[in-house]
């Protein structure tokens, strides 16, 4: 009898952060002590998937990012925000894009306005423009800003970062001399996790955006399911959402998950002037 060698384990090398990538995360979290609500729902976008394709430059992300703003219409409650202890309600739905802008190293986020009433062709000409913006140094939004960060200590960083926060996502006010806009992340955060084939994640609330709701878009994959009594195989993605509670609760965010399954899984019908419904 022969015994083999164990198998050499490879370590994978990751791309390190960027020091402004860095210096923002060691600024906006301390300890975890804020309550959140965390669910996840599975959707079946094997036809979803093949109208995509129909669609030409339109990817499932899109569909989900208009899903949620559609959801966050009918939903009020979750389209706020918290500002000094009270529920603030948006004047409008605007939907933020996670962008990676330097192979992993650097992030960025492209904001979508008035995302409850365009289409995912809309949205994805929109985070298409503002995605090469970002990687070309053009971030009219947020580029001083992050520039500032780079440059600050830890200590003040994080004060500077959540006051900034409060003027612009929480009272809706511009900082002219930073140039940060009102409401620069919009009403909900999306984060896609196609490119890293990560099928599932739950991600945290981000306090200075003071945003009440992050999703991330797991990574398609073949998986069993049921359909009408028989298990067959379908494409399914998963969403990782994270609520503020003081925001929202079950029946609220059963009722916006409704709205997004149904966007989801048939966009065809709600826009059926992107392309036709698949075969």
């Known amino acids: 009898m022969t015994t083999s060698?164990?198998?050499t384990?490879?370590?994978?090398?990751?791309?390190?952060?960027?020091?402004?990538?860095?210096?923002?995360?060691?600024g906006t979290w301390g300890r975890p002590r804020d309550g959140v609500t965390h669910?996840?729902?599975?959707?079946?976008?094997?036809?979803?998937?093949?109208?995509?394709?129909?669609?030409?430059?339109?990817?499932?992300?899109?569909?989900?990012?208009?899903?949620?703003?559609?959801?966050?219409?009918?939903?009020?409650e979750a389209n706020s925000r918290v500002v000094m202890g009270a529920a603030r309600t948006r004047e409008q739905v605007d939907v933020s894009f996670v962008v990676d802008i330097a192979r992993g190293r650097d992030m960025g986020?492209?904001?979508?306005?008035?995302?409850?009433?365009?289409?995912?062709?809309?949205?994805?000409?929109?985070?298409?423009?503002?995605?090469?913006?970002?990687?070309?140094?053009?971030?009219?939004a947020l580029g001083r800003a992050r520039a500032v960060a780079a440059h600050v200590p830890a200590p003040l960083l994080r004060v500077g970062m959540h006051v900034a926060g409060f003027v612009a996502g929480g009272l809706?006010?511009?900082?002219?001399?930073?140039?940060?806009?009102a409401h620069p992340f919009g009403s909900v955060l999306v984060?896609?996790?196609?490119?890293?084939?990560?099928?599932?994640a739950l991600p945290p609330l981000v306090p200075f955006a003071h945003l009440g709701l992050v999703v991330t878009v797991g990574a398609a994959s073949w998986r069993p399911w049921v359909v009408?009594?028989?298990?067959?195989?379908r494409r399914l993605i998963e969403l990782g959402l994270t609520f503020d509670h003081r925001l929202v609760d079950g029946a609220q965010m059963g009722a916006m998950i409704?709205?997004?399954?149904?966007?989801?899984?048939?966009?065809?019908?709600?826009?059926?002037?992107v392309a036709p419904p698949p075969d």
């Open 228 to 233: 009408d009594g028989e298990v067959v195989p």
């Open 9 to 26: 384990i490879r370590p994978v090398r990751a791309g390190g952060r960027s020091r402004v990538r860095s210096a923002v995360a060691r």
């Open 109 to 140: 986020a492209v904001c979508v306005r008035n995302a409850d009433v365009k289409s995912p062709r809309d949205v994805a000409r929109e985070l298409f423009s503002g995605a090469r913006d970002l990687r070309r140094g053009r971030d009219g």
């Open 172 to 181: 809706g006010r511009p900082v002219p001399w930073l140039r940060v806009p």
């Open 5 to 7: 060698a164990p198998a």
């Open 258 to 273: 409704g709205v997004v399954r149904e966007a989801v899984q048939r966009p065809w019908e709600l826009w059926p002037h």
């Open 39 to 76: 669910g996840s729902i599975e959707l079946d976008i094997t036809e979803a998937e093949r109208w995509c394709a129909r669609a030409a430059g339109v990817g499932l992300v899109h569909v989900v990012g208009c899903a949620l703003a559609r959801g966050l219409g009918r939903v009020p």
């Open 191 to 200: 984060s896609s996790l196609e490119a890293w084939d990560v099928p599932r």
